[in-house]
């Protein structure tokens, strides 16, 4: 056991993050998100939701402070008469972090492609739509 690290970062995902550096980006992806097809370094946390692990991640994570949009989510699809709930939520999270909160969007495939490249995806069990959001990591100040 360790001190001050939230309950919902399992092991791996705490030396993933330890892992990576400045500019590296990692993907909370949700239930319905293509985890396995988009990343060969996939974390499972199928019982978690987004706004848990956000929260928990953020304890230990800081955002780029050098780049426009260090948070990312995913456009809605147009013709999709929705609008995501969950991101207000996000929202909120980071805000009461005290990390710089300017959200960034892309379309779904653009997402996709961006998540490709990222450190890891972390398929979370959040059942949200459109509750997908990559994390730009900063530097710790």
Same mark, same amino acid.
């Given at each position: ?9 399992? $092991? ?8 990576? @550096?400045?500019? /590296?980006? =990692? ?5 319905? &998100? $293509?985890? %396995? ?8 946390? /199928? ?13 230990? &994570?800081?955002? /780029?402070?050098?780049?426009?949009? $260090?948070? =990312?989510?995913?456009?809605?699809? $147009? ?5 995501? +709930?969950?991101?207000? /939520?996000? #929202? ?5 972090? @005290?990390?710089? %909160?300017?959200?960034?969007?892309? +379309? ?5 492609? #961006?998540?490709?490249?990222? &450190?890891?995806? =972390?398929?979370?069990? +959040? +059942? ?5 959001? =990559? ?5 710790? #100040?």
């Amino acid at each position: 056991m360790l001190k001050k690290i939230p309950k919902a970062l399992s $092991p791996q995902l705490v030396k993933t993050l330890m892992e990576m @550096g400045h500019g /590296d980006e =990692i993907v909370l992806g949700d239930a319905n &998100f $293509p985890s %396995c097809s988009m990343s060969p370094n996939v974390i499972r946390a /199928d019982g978690l939701s987004g706004t848990c692990l956000l929260k928990a991640i953020l304890e230990l &994570f800081p955002l /780029d402070t050098y780049t426009e949009h $260090p948070v =990312i989510l995913m456009e809605v699809v $147009p013709g999709d008469d929705y609008k995501p +709930e969950i991101w207000e /939520d996000y #929202r909120e999270i980071l805000l009461a972090s @005290g990390e710089p %909160c300017s959200i960034g969007y892309l +379309e779904r495939f653009a997402f996709y492609d #961006r998540a490709k490249t990222s &450190f890891a995806v =972390i398929a979370t069990g +959040e +059942e949200a739509l459109y509750a997908n959001i =990559i994390l730009k990591k900063g530097v710790v #100040r």
